[in-house]
């Protein structure tokens, strides 16, 4: 964390400076530490194009309130959990305390500060500095609850008057057992996105993955500077996660709203600033959405697809090649991980949809071959502002039909592809003439007429009978995991209204 903190020192070029406040007590907590050399103020001259408080100014943190709080695992979700979120204004000495008990918290464990600034843009936007906070919490036992507050100087989350910001998380557990995750995509902050999280939260997931299109800070969506972007949007966007992503880990990956030019590299060091994600994939600093863990029986790998799309091609090919050879072996190593029994990847851009944006030739030249020698057995995508899952596909056509309901076997049959894209943003609809929802026919047809980005950036015509299930209102998906004799994925999506809309059964060698 030490490094990653020095490469955000620099990052980002106009920042002015950041001035170490001094260390803290040390956390008491057995195994917990700080995540390094962070706690500090940030200094900036006033500028015409500013925005908000200059941290000059001797600011009460008794007025300062942190929100956004939001967790996210580490490499080892039985031992590792990062805690996040965001404070107004500058603050000394931000810190967590955590404790097995909600009124039993340890000394204060120091925080890091990531400051994020962002230029200012004459006649459209104030220049703005961002506050995020993170602690990383290493050593810790697994399958255990525990309780944390955040705060800073002026404010105790140990102390009556806050004790009401105390979360809680729990860690994964040293043995397999039944659990459930959830997951979607392009959420952005609206109603129905908060709709989404409050339906999550009753499910009690042990962690929720986030296919990316995050905030929609950046409107347009292509990467590049000329977008219409306003940070703000992610202070609004914390705020509506944090009722879930207080307890449960919130673990995103990238989508092209989420290339954010501003930031270098790549767009993504403000995804860097405002999450602390594993850094366990082929370039953690460059890459931040590209990793992977493991909870129970399921390997979990994320990945960024913007670096292999053929329809926003912003960032393709930025990783030279190394995402994909770092995804063939963590794949390898899953699959000879005998603790694992499925192996679930997720990014934004389709491999297979027949909605709005359709499916990317990139993602499928890139990916497909390596999820297909390994046998993935689930796929989640966003992008497409619906939900549509496929039958399982085999050599590009239907491998085995599986309707609603059914069980798919993916060492026989293929990979079923699941579009989870109805998180909260504007939905997108489905071809003319094409049912919205569908369970093994469109209208009176057996397949649709579709397209795939090609290379050349054209759209590829398809008629395809891979779409089995489709659904235009908001939704997301529940997995449950099972482990023992006979493991087995019951993969289901729920209407924001609760309704199951789709179910089916992922087994092994069944
Ligand atoms: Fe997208």
Request: charged share 25%; net charge negative.
């Amino acid at each position: 964390m030490a490094e990653q903190y020095e490469y955000l020192r620099t990052k980002f070029t106009r920042r002015r400076a950041l001035v170490s406040a001094g260390a803290v007590a040390g956390g008491l907590l057995a195994g917990c530490s700080g995540s390094g050399s962070g706690t500090g103020t940030a200094t900036r001259s006033p500028s015409p194009l500013s925005a908000g408080s200059t941290p000059t100014e001797k600011v009460d943190g008794a007025v300062v309130t942190p929100f956004g709080r939001h967790l996210a695992f580490g490499a080892d979700p039985k031992t590792q959990m990062r805690i996040s979120w965001q404070v107004p204004l500058t603050v000394r000495k931000p810190y967590v305390r955590v404790g097995l008990k909600p009124w039993e918290l340890s000394r204060r464990i120091e925080a890091e500060v990531r400051d994020l600034h962002t230029p200012g843009l004459e006649g459209v936007r104030l220049a703005l500095d961002q506050f995020y906070l993170h602690a990383a919490l290493d050593g810790l036992r697994p399958g255990t609850t525990y309780y944390y507050g955040v705060g800073h100087e002026g404010f105790d989350p140990a102390s009556k008057e806050r004790h009401s910001t105390v979360g809680s998380f729990t860690t994964a557990p040293a043995r397999a057992e039944k659990f459930v995750f959830t997951a979607f995509g392009d959420q952005g902050v609206t109603p129905d996105a908060l709709a989404n999280d409050k339906l999550i939260l009753g499910r009690e997931p042990a962690f929720h993955l986030h296919a990316g299109d995050i905030c929609y800070a950046d409107v347009t969506g292509h990467g590049k500077e000329s977008d219409i972007y306003d940070p703000t949007a992610w202070d609004l966007f914390l705020k509506q996660t944090e009722t879930v992503a207080r307890t449960v880990p919130w673990m995103v990956t990238t989508g092209n709203h989420d290339m954010e030019a501003w930031y270098s590299p790549n767009g993504y060091g403000g995804q860097s600033a405002r999450f602390s994600l594993p850094e366990n994939g082929f370039d953690a600093k460059n890459s931040p959405g590209v990793y992977s863990f493991t909870y129970g029986n399921v390997g979990i790998v994320a990945l960024d697809a913007n670096d292999v799309s053929y329809e926003i091609p912003a960032n393709k090919g930025y990783s030279e090649g190394r995402q994909t050879a770092w995804l063939d072996r963590r794949l390898k190593e899953l699959r000879e991980d005998e603790g694992i029994d499925f192996v679930v990847v997720f990014f934004h851009h389709c491999a297979y949809s027949t909605s709005t944006h359709a499916s990317d030739g990139g993602v499928r030249d890139a990916w497909l071959p390596l999820f297909t020698k390994h046998q993935v057995d689930l796929v989640i995508n966003g992008h497409n502002h619906v939900y549509e899952r496929t039958d399982a596909i085999k050599n590009g056509g239907v491998g085995r039909p599986v309707p609603i309901g059914e069980s798919t076997d993916p060492t026989r049959d293929g990979i079923v592809y699941v579009t989870a894209g109805g998180a909260g943003k504007s939905l997108y609809s489905f071809p003319s003439g094409v049912k919205d929802s569908y369970e093994g026919k469109v209208a009176d047809r057996e397949s649709v007429d579709t397209y795939h980005w090609t290379k050349s950036k054209n759209q590829n015509p398809d008629t395809v009978e891979w779409s089995r299930v489709r659904y235009t209102g908001y939704s997301f998906l529940s997995v449950e995991a099972e482990a023992g004799p006979a493991p087995r994925l019951t993969v289901s999506a729920l209407a924001e209204s609760g309704k199951r809309i789709d179910h089916f059964e992922v087994r092994r060698g069944a």
